[in-house]
Antibody, heavy 119, light 107 residues
Framework: VQLQESGPGLVKPSQTLSLTCTVSGGSTSSGGYLWNWIRQRPGKGLEWIGFIYYNGSTSYNASLRSRLGMSLETSTNQFSLRLHSVTAADTAVYFC????????????WGQGSLVIVSS | DIQMTQSPSSLSASIGDKVTITCQASQDIRNYLNWYQQKPGKAPKLLIYDARNLETWVPGRFSGSGSGTDFSFTINSLQPEDFATYYCQQYQNLPITFGQGTRLDIK
């Protein structure tokens, strides 16, 4: 299974960050996995953003919940992240990652997508 | 949120050394603790899940132990490819949280 993030590398403050993860070699319609987003600010550690399940149910980190949206499209084997009202603090590498449904360990990971928030 | 505290934050060691990293949780997480290796510019890779179980690709010089709040991660006989940053991660409760990382570099 391979995951690949795509989306703009530059977003203006107050706008919406949108990323898509394309899954190959596996199916987002499988009930056995969760589809996660994790970010890493420059020079910092890892922050779990949230996940979406094949049936559309989601779980978000409360620190971001008011600005977050996730969706999943099984026909294209993709899932997406939207983060609204971004600031410079949202500048980070964003990873899409799979985890088993019943155990939250992460792998495989996408290569990561650097998103810079700047005017 | 459960806070994960790794120690040390950085570590210098030589090829062939044995190194140990600790991870302490702010509350009981049973054995819901995973370890990752991250090299510069790359995504993290899962090394150990549920505190002590090695992923299939991981060499036997890596090991993990612990339960409850205190965990350790050991590399016996460091190899050149082991120099990286290591993270612990808990999944007892949401939100899933990570330690701040331990950077392991060559002395």
């Amino acid at each position: 299974v391979q995951l690949q993030e795509s989306g703009p590398g530059l977003v203006k403050p107050s706008q919406t960050l949108s990323l898509t993860c394309t899954v190959s070699g596996g199916s987002t319609s499988s009930g056995g996995y969760l589809w996660n987003w994790i970010r890493q600010r420059p020079g910092k550690g890892l922050e779990w953003i949230g996940f979406i399940y094949y049936n559309g149910s989601t779980s978000y980190n409360a620190s971001l919940r008011s600005r977050l949206g996730m969706s999943l499209e099984t026909s294209t084997n993709q899932f997406s992240l939207r983060l609204h009202s971004v600031t410079a603090a949202d500048t980070a590498v964003y990873f899409c990652v799979r985890s088993p449904y019943s155990n939250y360990w992460f792998g495989p990971w996408g290569q990561g997508s650097l998103v810079i928030v700047s005017s | 949120d459960i806070q994960m505290t790794q120690s040390p934050s950085s570590l210098s060691a030589s090829i062939g050394d044995k190194v140990t990293i600790t991870c302490q949780a702010s509350q009981d997480i049973r054995n819901y603790l995973n370890w990752y290796q991250q090299k510069p510019g790359k995504a993290p890779k899962l090394l150990i899940y549920d505190a002590r179980n090695l992923e299939t690709w991981v060499p036997g010089r890596f090991s993990g132990s612990g339960s409850g709040t205190d965990f350790s991660f050991t590399i016996n006989s460091l190899q050149p490819e082991d120099f990286a940053t290591y993270y612990c991660q808990q999944y007892q409760n949401l939100p899933i949280t990570f330690g701040q990382g331990t950077r392991l570099d060559i002395k």
